[in-house]
């Protein structure tokens, strides 16, 4: 049964479950789950876990993202991007310089009100289920982290490119409103592009026709450990202590460093995702065949 992770540079038009599905068909397996939605106008790396490797996708939905995307200035729609019906239109009278001291607000921690398009639900309702009847209900407003934001270029007197590394749960769209609001110009987002997400970047994407194309798909999934190669490796020197974790039991390592480790066993399997804390090391999750 294939297992593992599948880092797809997501085609525009799709949505995240789209591709879910196509890679159900591919790969013969029910169990697929993606690491963190793109909308349908947007492209990039859309991290896929396949078989057991499911069991992994809460860790990448909660990783830092990066973006590409183009900020389109004196242009207000309804879903604050270019795919949505124009609101209204304002001169630009905006220089670089003046775009470059309104980001500075924008960065570190900031409070975001999540759009009307969106899936969040309120009161058991899906947002976007009420836009589209014309509705619209109060969001409260989110703690989001811009970690670094940037111009890369002018394409134009009245669009930019900018890219964005932020966590979980921020709206690139919203972003770009909220920089035109800031200008007084108004603003939406022209396309998408995501560069990073869950530690993995476009170097390890592939796209669907290649994943359709190959002989043997299996062999371009990526192993669940490769999610966490930020941890440490533990390799287990024991068949006790290695019982130990296979079953979900504590196991008492004294001279363990507190924190994360990916675990192995001594045949070099990786069995789970733990954590030592006291001389104790318990699983987090465990990722072995059973």
């Known amino acids: 049964m294939a297992s593992g ?19 159900r068909g591919i790969f013969h397996e029910k169990r697929v789950g993606h690491g963190g939605t793109l909308d349908p106008m947007a492209t990039g790396i859309l991290p896929v876990f396949i078989g057991r490797a499911t069991r992994a996708v809460e860790f990448a939905e909660k990783s830092d993202k990066e973006y590409i995307a ?9 879903t604050q991007d270019i795919t949505g019906e124009v609101l209204e239109r304002r001169p630009v009278q905006v220089s670089r310089e003046q775009l470059e001291a309104a980001l500075e607000q924008f960065r570190g921690d900031i409070m975001q009100v999540p759009p009307m398009y969106s899936a969040i639900k309120i009161n058991g309702k899906k947002l976007y289920e009420l836009a589209r009847k014309g509705r619209e209900v109060e969001r409260p407003a989110r703690l989001v982290a811009i970690k670094s934001l940037e111009i890369l270029e002018q394409q134009g007197e009245d669009l930019y490119a900018i890219r964005v590394r932020c966590t979980k749960g921020t709206y690139i769209r919203t972003l770009c409103h909220d920089i035109g609001q800031a200008l007084g110009c108004g603003g939406c987002m022209s396309f998408l592009r995501r560069t990073m997400a869950a530690g993995f970047t476009l170097e390890d994407a592939v796209s669907l026709e290649r994943t359709q194309a190959e002989g043997d798909p299996a062999s371009l999934l990526l192993p669940v450990d490769s999610l966490f190669a930020g941890r440490p490796v533990l390799m287990l020197k024991s068949a006790e202590t290695e019982k130990k974790i296979r ?22 399997e990786f069995l ?8 104790k090391l318990t699983t987090i999750k465990s990722f072995f065949e059973v």
């Open 5 to 23: 992770i599948l880092v797809v540079d997501k085609p525009a038009g799709w949505t995240s479950m789209d591709v879910c599905a196509k890679l």
């Open 70 to 78: 183009g900020l389109k200035l004196g242009v207000i729609t309804n």
């Open 247 to 268: 079953n979900g039991m504590t196991a008492v390592l004294p001279e363990l460093s507190p924190g994360e480790y990916r675990v192995y066993a001594q045949n070099r």
């Open 272 to 279: 789970a995702l733990c954590r030592a804390q006291g001389g």
